[in-house]
């Protein structure tokens, strides 16, 4: 290079303007690429797994167009970001020896509404019984699990989960054997609520139980048998920040024309009949965080009953029930007794059907009126807009009048008996007393919270 060529390049160099300095992510940021591309937990099954799964189905060879029958019979959905190839809710996982495939938050806590794919909405049409059923026996094993995790598609035992791992730890997180019984129940059925809700919430949990601030009951699904105490304390920070993506977060808008004159009116008979539990809505929201209690609201109790205090006991002496010290009054944050069932935020309300703890009600229109409930019912368990009622704001459900005792298992979980144990839909009858166009008037005003 000459010297014009070097002295020219100098003065173009230091005229240059000068590039800014890489912006640091946000805490919500970091939350959302830990939440999306970290493996907390130990793969449970071997990369064969998923692609030899179809063997468990019943039919004579791998069907055509496999990745897509997957999501349908489990009820998974596509990723909205990278993910190795997997569906949402999958996760490549750290394996004795290899890599194998795990689960991740997504799993019970990203669903779908109008066919798009929603971190944060609860997967109502995930039957994470099969999954575990199949992927097991796929890897040669037998795949009996140890207790029952679902007994309905697209709700959990979410409940039992956290009772049966938390009975292999002691208080400092260390592995025993054998497993303390904490008074395990599988017969909770739990609709899993939508993380955005959390920014309004003060307690969470269904009974409102847990204090929102608690960074590591978000962490209670790490209690795979293999994830060591030292794994909770290095992941502690990365849960700090997805709690601040969860409390960031915004729900999606409902993508229909709305009725603004039917909705104003549905406004007002909100603010006069459910406001003083749900809160009011707009720039200047209130939310009052009351637990109704069982006598009151009605609704199944078998959620509220079968959490022991024996667990509750034993989750407050133990690590995720302290926090450390200086970050909350008395360094902790035990699990509390109420007398109910937590009244939810309604942002986003369009989206979360059904409805109820243990979604027992497959529309708006059923939670205001319960003589329309549907006592047997199914639905396709499909997320798209023919999926959807629009005037009922809900799903489109088909009732059954005979339920056959022959079904598959697999078959069975897809009807809602509301006659079993933990899956009654009474109760909440607050809006039997309005009008037809009254009730219409209300969901139409819910469809823009």
Same mark, same amino acid.
């Given at each position: 290079?000459?010297?014009?060529?070097?002295?020219?390049?100098?003065?173009?160099?230091?005229?240059?303007?000068?590039?800014?300095?890489?912006?640091?992510?946000?805490?919500?940021?970091?939350?959302?690429?830990?939440?999306?591309?970290?493996?907390?937990?130990?793969?449970?099954?071997?990369?064969?797994?998923?692609?030899?799964?179809?063997?468990?189905?019943?039919?004579?060879?791998?069907?055509?167009?496999?990745?897509?029958?997957?999501?349908?019979?489990?009820?998974?959905?596509?990723?909205?970001?990278?993910?190795?190839?997997?569906?949402?809710?999958?996760?490549?996982?750290?394996?004795?020896?290899?890599?194998?495939?795990?689960?991740?938050?997504?799993?019970?806590?990203?669903?779908?509404?109008?066919?798009?794919?929603?971190?944060?909405?609860?997967?109502?049409?995930?039957?994470?019984?099969?999954?575990?059923?199949?992927? +097991? =026996?796929?890897? /040669?094993?037998? $795949?009996?699990?140890?207790?029952?995790?679902?007994? &309905?598609?697209?709700?959990? %035992?979410? @409940?039992?989960?956290?009772?049966?791992?938390?009975?292999?730890?002691?208080?400092?997180?260390?592995?025993?054997?054998?497993?303390?019984?904490?008074?395990?129940?599988?017969?909770?059925?739990?609709?899993?609520?939508?993380?955005?809700?959390?920014?309004?919430?003060?307690?969470?949990?269904?009974?409102?139980?847990?204090?929102?601030?608690?960074?590591?009951?978000?962490?209670?699904?790490?209690?795979?048998?293999?994830?060591?105490?030292?794994?909770?304390?290095?992941?502690?920070?990365?849960?700090?920040?997805?709690?601040?993506?969860?409390?960031?977060?915004?729900?999606?808008?409902?993508?229909?024309?709305?009725?603004?004159?039917?909705?104003?009116?549905?406004?007002?008979?909100?603010?006069?009949?459910? +406001? =003083?539990?749900? /809160?009011?809505? $707009?720039?200047?929201?209130?939310?009052?965080?009351? &637990?109704?209690?069982?006598? %009151?609201? @009605?609704?199944?109790?078998?959620?509220?009953?079968?959490?022991?205090?024996?667990?509750?006991?034993?989750?407050?002496?133990?690590?995720?029930?302290?926090?450390?010290?200086?970050?909350?009054?008395?360094?902790?944050?035990?699990?509390?007794?109420?007398?109910?069932?937590?009244?939810?935020?309604?942002?986003?309300?369009?989206?979360?059907?059904?409805?109820?703890?243990?979604?027992?009600?497959?529309?708006?229109?059923?939670?205001?009126?319960?003589?329309?409930?549907?006592?047997?019912?199914?639905?396709?368990?499909?997320?798209?807009?023919?999926?959807?009622?629009?005037?009922?704001?809900?799903?489109?459900?088909?009732?059954?009048?005979?339920?056959?005792?022959?079904?598959?298992?697999?078959?069975?979980?897809?009807?809602?008996?509301?006659?079993?144990?933990?899956?009654?839909?009474?109760?909440?009858?607050?809006?039997?007393?309005?009008?037809?166009?009254?009730?219409?008037?209300?969901?139409?005003?819910?469809?823009?919270?």
């Amino acid at each position: 290079m000459t010297r014009f060529a070097l002295a020219t390049f100098a003065l173009l160099a230091a005229s240059a303007p000068v590039l800014a300095a890489e912006k640091e992510p946000t805490p919500s940021e970091k939350g959302y690429k830990a939440l999306t591309q970290t493996a907390f937990i130990p793969a449970f099954w071997t990369p064969n797994a998923l692609p030899n799964a179809w063997k468990n189905w019943g039919v004579a060879e791998k069907p055509a167009g496999y990745d897509a029958a997957v999501l349908e019979r489990y009820g998974l959905h596509s990723p909205p970001y990278l993910n190795d190839g997997l569906p949402m809710g999958l996760r490549k996982a750290p394996r004795v020896l290899n890599t194998g495939v795990g689960i991740d938050c997504m799993l019970c806590h990203a669903g779908s509404i109008m066919g798009k794919s929603v971190v944060g909405l609860g997967n109502t049409t995930l039957d994470v019984q099969a999954l575990f059923e199949d992927m +097991a =026996k796929a890897d /040669g094993l037998t $795949g009996k699990l140890p207790f029952t995790f679902s007994n &309905v598609r697209g709700t959990t %035992e979410a @409940g039992g989960f956290g009772v049966f791992l938390l009975g292999f730890r002691n208080p400092d997180l260390t592995l025993r054997t054998p497993r303390k019984e904490l008074g395990l129940r599988d017969d909770l059925c739990e609709d899993v609520p939508a993380w955005w809700l959390m920014k309004k919430k003060k307690t969470i949990y269904h009974t409102g139980a847990t204090d929102s601030r608690s960074v590591r009951t978000l962490m209670q699904f790490m209690m795979h048998p293999l994830t060591m105490p030292k794994d909770f304390e290095k992941h502690e920070p990365a849960f700090r920040d997805i709690q601040q993506y969860l409390i960031n977060m915004e729900p999606p808008k409902y993508p229909f024309a709305i009725d603004a004159g039917k909705a104003a009116k549905g406004e007002t008979l909100f603010k006069n009949n459910c +406001a =003083k539990c749900h /809160g009011t809505y $707009g720039e200047k929201w209130t939310y009052p965080n009351k &637990v109704i209690a069982l006598d %009151e609201i @009605g609704t199944d109790p078998t959620r509220h009953t079968g959490i022991t205090t024996a667990y509750g006991d034993e989750y407050s002496a133990s690590w995720f029930g302290k926090e450390k010290s200086g970050w909350f009054v008395n360094g902790g944050l035990p699990l509390r007794s109420t007398d109910g069932y937590q009244a939810p935020p309604l942002d986003g309300i369009w989206a979360t059907a059904p409805y109820f703890h243990n979604g027992s009600v497959p529309t708006l229109d059923g939670v205001l009126n319960s003589k329309v409930r549907p006592k047997h019912y199914t639905r396709s368990f499909k997320t798209d807009e023919a999926d959807y009622d629009k005037a009922k704001a809900g799903w489109k459900v088909t009732e059954v009048r005979d339920v056959n005792d022959k079904l598959t298992p697999h078959e069975a979980r897809k009807i809602y008996d509301t006659s079993k144990p933990g899956r009654g839909n009474a109760g909440h009858t607050y809006g039997d007393e309005l009008t037809d166009e009254q009730r219409a008037q209300v969901i139409e005003y819910l469809k823009t919270l």
